[in-house]
Each structure stands twice: as C-alpha cells, then as structure tokens.
C-alpha cells in the first residue's frame, strides 16, 4: 500500500508549500498530492482555497491576483512561525521539485464557473512533464479529467469524489478515468470489490490515524491520502508491509 502526502504533509507544514513538499518526501511519500489554481495572468498556482485568506491573509480570490503577487505573500507564517516566509509555488516549481522523488498528484481546482483557458495553460505544462515523470491528474469536476484525456493520452486521471456513490466505476468510464480517488467514508468493501474487479486503482483520503490504516490495508485498497506521511509510514512498516 502507498502513501499519499496530502498537499504535501499538511498535518506536518504549511499545506501546498515545497516545506510541506520535502517533508512528504522525507516520509517516504511515494505520491504528493496539492491543488492548482490559475492565476490573473494565466499562469498556475499551487494553492487549495479560492480565497487566499486563510493561508496569507490576504483579501481576494486567487484569481484577482498575478502569480508574482500571490508568490509575494507569506503562506508559512498562519501555520506556525517557524515556517514564515514560505511561498506558493507555481505548478512548474512544483514538478519541479517532487519529480522524480515521487508521482505528482495533481488536483485541478475548478473555481465556482468553469474557466476554459484553466485547460489551455494548463495543458502545455502537463504535457510537458509528462515526458519526464509519471502524473496522476485528478479533480471533482470531472469533465475536464475527460477533456484532458483526450488530449494528453499518457497522463493518468482520477475521479475524485466525496459522496457516497453507488457506482463509481460508472463515472470514471464515463470520462475515461484510470483511477477512483474516493474520500474515505463514501466506500465499503461492496463497492472497493467491485473496483478492483474492473481494475479501477482505488486511493482513499484523507485519513490520519493508526485505526483506520488498519481497516484500509485490510481492505486491500493501493494508497492512502494522509496528512501525516510520516506516521502511515511508521505504520506500514510495523506492519511490515510491502510498497
Ligand atoms: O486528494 C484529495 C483531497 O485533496 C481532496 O480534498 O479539499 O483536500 O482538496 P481537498
Ligand atoms: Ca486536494
């Protein structure tokens, strides 16, 4: 079973930052995952919230903002002093960054409407990337997980969801989906066997503690979204369990 570092190592630095990055790959994440946004001048920034208040203080939305004005702000300090002064990367810093010490896992954060030119800026970038590293692209809108497949056929894609769906691998063949990134309460074993059956890879998150490792590695599910890499990896080798 693998570990998904969740926006890095979110329970460990301040979520989406490279701090947050290095500690997921200290913790031998071998996926990490983060969320990207496009910015004012079309370029593509990794941040989780449409408002940047929370994790910078700043007033406004992601959008309303260039890249080298949102690269500006503190995204560390609201965490914790020790980590003031980290910035938001851009998606490319990111890449960057976590290949080839993990597979990026990258979540399309669609704001409240749909923006097409997110899938034209974006797409040279993955495609880009693509050639050097494995890249698992995921997003609960999934038309644009479709879209993106059509273009860009050696990418991998995952619907993400958070509702408990009767037939999930209906809507990852729907958009032509290679995995199912599933939040952790919207599955049972009915729906986890009937995944694997159809050879859906199924990655639950966000899941945190020692207990419900244990009921997702009996499950036999292939990876864990965890805010904490570094105790899932703990875990899993108490456990001896192979990756
Ligand atoms: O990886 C899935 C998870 O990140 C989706 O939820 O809100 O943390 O982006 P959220
Ligand atoms: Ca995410």
Same mark, same amino acid.
Do not use: C
């Given at each position: 079973?693998?570990?998904?570092?969740?926006?890095?190592a979110? #329970? =460990?630095?301040? /979520?989406n %930052?490279?701090?947050?990055? &290095?500690?997921?790959?200290?913790?031998?994440a071998?996926?990490? $995952? *983060?969320?990207?946004?496009l910015?004012?001048d079309?370029k593509?920034?990794?941040i989780?919230?449409?408002?940047?208040?929370?994790?910078?203080?700043?007033? #406004? =939305?992601?959008? /309303?903002? %260039?890249l080298?004005?949102? &690269?500006k702000?503190?995204?560390?300090a609201w965490?914790?002093? $020790? *980590?003031?002064?980290?910035?938001?990367?851009?998606?490319?810093?990111a890449?960057?960054?976590?290949?080839?010490?993990?597979?990026?896992?990258?979540?399309?954060?669609?704001?409240?409407?749909?923006?097409?030119?997110?899938? &034209?800026?974006?797409?040279?970038?993955?495609?880009e990337?693509?050639?050097?590293?494995?890249?698992?692209?995921?997003?609960?809108?999934?038309?644009?997980?479709?879209?993106?497949?059509n273009?860009?056929?050696n990418?991998e894609?995952?619907?993400?969801?958070?509702?408990a769906l009767?037939?999930?691998?209906?809507?990852?063949?729907?958009?032509?989906?290679?995995?199912?990134?599933?939040?952790?309460?919207?599955?049972?074993?009915?729906?986890?066997?009937?995944?694997?059956k159809?050879?859906?890879?199924?990655?639950?998150?966000?899941?945190?503690?020692?207990?419900?490792?244990?009921?997702?590695?009996?499950?036999?599910?292939?990876?864990?979204?965890?805010?904490f890499?570094?105790?899932l990896?703990?875990?899993?080798?108490?456990?001896?369990?192979?990756?």
């Open positions: 079973m693998k570990i998904i570092g969740h926006r890095g979110r #329970g =460990l630095a301040p /979520e %930052t490279l701090i947050s990055f &290095k500690k997921g790959l200290e913790s031998n071998d996926y990490i $995952e *983060f969320d990207i946004q910015t004012k079309n593509v920034a990794v989780h919230d449409y408002s940047l208040q929370r994790t910078t203080g700043i007033n #406004g =939305l992601v959008s /309303e903002f %260039t080298a004005e949102i &690269k702000a503190d995204a560390g965490f914790s002093e $020790e *980590f003031r002064g980290q910035q938001l990367p851009s998606l490319e810093e890449l960057d960054f976590i290949i080839p010490k993990a597979i990026p896992v990258i979540e399309i954060k669609m704001s409240y409407f749909y923006n097409p030119d997110f899938k &034209k800026y974006l797409t040279p970038i993955l495609e990337y693509s050639k050097k590293s494995h890249l698992i692209v995921i997003s609960f809108f999934h038309p644009i997980l479709k879209e993106l497949k273009d860009l056929k990418i894609t995952a619907v993400l969801y958070n509702s009767t037939a999930p691998w209906q809507v990852a063949e729907s958009v032509k989906a290679d995995a199912v990134h599933p939040r952790a309460d919207s599955i049972n074993m009915d729906i986890i066997n009937e995944l694997k159809r050879g859906y890879p199924i990655r639950p998150w966000v899941i945190n503690t020692e207990k419900e490792f244990k009921i997702f590695l009996d499950a036999g599910v292939d990876a864990l979204g965890t805010d890499p570094n105790i990896n703990e875990f899993l080798s108490q456990n001896n369990v192979s990756k």
